[in-house]
């Protein structure tokens, strides 16, 4: 009877921190989404919100896989604002991040993201065969794999969420500016 208990403890417990890691990957993925698809954008002002509004469902059910590419292009990439001079008569809006480092920094930054991948790859599709038998040591080496996955990914989730509250500051600030004393008195004119 105690095996069974030990058993069932054991299982709840995993089921528990199988959906923590899933959050992890799912959040992660929100994330990338978020750097694809809104932190390059270059617009004329009529057409920002249409670019920004198709920017974000071109990435809408793009796998996590897919999505490294666009953010290392869009983080790394090369900054907007070296388009050849345009003569319309219409403002060209461009927001964009990136990050110094250079290839080093990129090449390492891809392979953390490619761990993070495989290792939502392995608990997604593969996971299943590790506890398939029900025997109690499956579930707990079950347990220890999941906190060791856990101890992988979060530093790139972290990673990614520092780099997102940057940006928003930085948006903040510019638009603490923007809203400023010191703007409006860049428009008034002297007597």
Do not use: C
């Amino acid at each position: 009877m105690e095996s069974n208990l030990d058993l069932e403890k054991v299982r709840n417990e995993v089921l528990r921190k199988l959906g923590r890691n899933l959050l992890i990957f799912q959040h992660t993925e929100a994330l990338l989404k978020f750097f694809a698809s809104s932190t390059s954008i270059s617009a004329y002002l009529s057409e920002f919100m249409s670019q920004l509004s198709y920017q974000q469902e071109s990435v809408k059910r793009k796998m996590m896989g897919q999505l490294i590419n666009p953010f290392l292009a869009t983080v790394y990439g090369e900054k907007i604002g070296n388009e050849s001079l345009d003569l319309s008569n219409e403002i060209k809006i461009s927001i964009s991040m990136t990050m110094e480092g250079g290839s080093d920094r990129e090449s390492a930054h891809r392979a953390s993201l490619e761990t993070v991948i495989n290792e939502r790859n392995e608990l997604v599709h593969h996971f299943f065969s590790r506890v398939q038998r029900g025997a109690l040591e499956d579930w707990q080496a079950a347990d220890r794999y999941l906190d060791k996955q856990r101890e992988i990914v979060l530093p790139e989730l972290n990673m990614l969420g520092s780099i997102a509250r940057a940006f928003r500051e930085a948006m903040g600030v510019h638009q603490a500016f923007v809203d400023s004393d010191e703007w409006d008195a860049m428009f008034e004119l002297d007597d």
